[in-house]
C-alpha cells in the first residue's frame, strides 16, 4: 500500500497549484482518500476528502470555495485543486486513506499516509 502526494511548490498569493495523489495497493482503490496540512507549529488539519466512487466529497469550511477535490480511479489519483491561494495555506499537505469520507474528518482515523508535498504561498 502507497501513496504519493506530488504537485507543490512556491506561488504567488491569488495563485493556483494542483496537488496530486497517487495511490497503489488494495484496499486503497475501494477507500476514500482525504487530504491534510500542517504548518509549522499546527496541529494536523483536515482540508478536503473523496470517497472511493466520488460519490461524497468534503471540504473543509477554511478552504470551501476556494480548493476543490476530484478522483480519477483509472489513474489511481485524488486531485487536490487549490485556486486563490493565501499566505496562510503554506503548510505541508499530505494525502491519506480511510475507508469512509466523513464530513468530520480526523486524521487518527486514517489508516495510510504518504509523504507529504510542501505548498508555499508568498504574499
Known amino acids: 500500500v502507497q501513496l504519493q502526494a506530488s504537485g507543490g511548490g512556491l506561488v504567488q498569493a491569488g495563485g493556483s497549484l494542483t496537488l496530486s495523489c497517487t495511490y497503489s495497493?488494495?484496499?486503497?482503490?475501494?477507500?476514500?482518500i482525504g487530504w491534510f496540512r500542517q504548518a509549522p507549529g499546527k496541529e494536523r488539519e483536515p482540508i478536503s476528502c473523496i470517497s472511493s466512487s466520488s460519490g461524497t466529497k468534503v471540504v473543509a469550511d477554511s478552504v470551501k470555495g476556494r480548493f476543490t477535490i476530484s478522483r480519477d480511479n483509472f489513474k489511481a489519483t485524488v486531485y487536490l485543486h487549490m485556486n486563490n491561494l493565501k499566505p496562510e495555506d503554506t503548510a505541508i499537505y499530505y494525502c491519506?486513506?480511510?475507508?469512509?469520507?466523513?464530513?468530520?474528518?480526523?486524521?487518527?482515523?486514517?489508516?495510510?499516509w504518504g509523504q507529504g508535498t510542501q505548498v508555499t504561498v508568498s504574499s
Open positions: 495497493g488494495s484496499p486503497l482503490d475501494y477507500y476514500a
Open positions: 491519506a486513506g480511510d475507508l469512509f469520507c466523513q464530513q468530520n474528518m480526523r486524521a487518527d482515523e486514517y489508516e495510510y
